[in-house]
């Protein structure tokens, strides 16, 4: 069985987390994927419109996705591939570069993103929206 991890926020979730969710499923028979605590998103100065729960509920009922734990920190990724057996480690190409380190313990692939697509973007374009509706 082969075993593949990966991470984020995942606030609003979108076409684009599909398809990443989807890419990586399709890379092994199990999905796991480390959700950032509020406390960790907080630490990245990211402030998530839904909290922890709601956004795992939200991923738990994505058929892509086997099983949800909470990401507390950077330095945990170790750890997790050795706790889950994670024979592949993915995250999307804006990461690429920054967890090579990984291939150490296995094999790390970096994604696509899903142009014209983000959470960033999206917040950006709902806050201009309010502020419209505002004045």
């Given at each position: ?66 099983e ?35 291939a ?7 994604l ?24």
């Amino acid at each position: 069985m082969t075993v593949v991890l990966t991470y984020g926020t995942f606030d609003i979730l979108h076409v684009g987390h599909i398809n990443l969710l989807r890419s990586a499923r399709a890379l092994g028979d199990r999905l796991v994927v480390g959700l950032s605590t509020d406390a960790f998103n907080a630490l990245k100065r990211k402030q998530a419109l839904q909290d922890y729960a709601s956004r795992k509920a939200v991923l738990e009922a994505i058929r892509f996705v086997d099983e949800v734990f909470p990401e507390a920190c950077w330095q945990q990724k170790t750890e997790d591939i050795h706790r889950y057996g994670a024979d592949v480690f993915v995250m999307g190409g804006d990461w690429a570069g920054r967890f090579d380190y990984l291939a150490a313990y296995c094999r790390v692939i970096y994604l696509p993103r899903t142009e014209d697509i983000s959470s960033t973007a999206l917040k950006q374009t709902m806050g201009r929206q309010c502020a419209h509706q505002l004045v």
